[in-house]
């Protein structure tokens, strides 16, 4: 067992974590990262370190990051990591399967992660005390995985969700 997380680099309170997929691949994980996993309930600012790990040696910590961007909807990240054939398999047997799920914008363009998209109304950002305005570029968006209607995107600084009925594609 290591003596640090291999995701966050945390030395407190350390366990083993077996990633699913392959007998006996098991990585040291701290108690906040093994909780928020198998909860199911991801800290965005906590798995910054994802950053890092994905460049790891080891097997078994690049198939769990790979996994957790997933999560996470960072495509960016995702596009820059690389995974050999059978970690890959590996990494992707995990991940959820279902009917994949079709992101369109107002108009009915379907849209993809890195998209840049225009909103087309002003709206109101809850827990904010700004409105996203008509016509505000909102670039790099993340397609919210389970929810057609929902994309994710930073404007003014601040991550949000906007549904795609109040955006166009640009």
């Not at 799920?101 to 107002?106: F, G, N, P």
């Amino acid at each position: 067992m290591s003596e640090i997380c291999e995701l966050c680099g945390s030395s407190e309170d350390l366990s083993e974590f077996e990633v699913s997929g392959k007998d006996g691949a098991v990585v040291t994980l701290c108690a906040t990262c093994k909780t928020q996993i198998e909860s199911g309930e991801l800290d965005e600012n906590h798995f910054n370190c994802l950053n890092d790990s994905m460049w790891s040696e080891n097997s078994a910590v690049k198939v769990l990051t790979f996994r957790l961007l997933n999560q996470l909807t960072r495509q960016d990240l995702l596009d820059m990591m690389y995974l050999e054939d059978d970690e890959r398999e590996w990494a992707e047997s995990g991940l959820e399967s279902g009917e994949k799920v079709i992101h369109k914008d107002a108009n009915g363009v379907v849209l993809n992660s890195g998209d840049t998209v225009v909103v087309t109304k002003d709206l109101d950002v809850k827990g904010t005390s700004f409105v996203a305005k008509r016509g505000t570029a909102v670039r790099n968006i993340a397609l919210v995985k389970d929810n057609a209607e929902l994309i994710e995107g930073r404007v003014n600084g601040v991550k949000i969700q906007i549904l795609t009925k109040f955006l166009k594609k640009s």
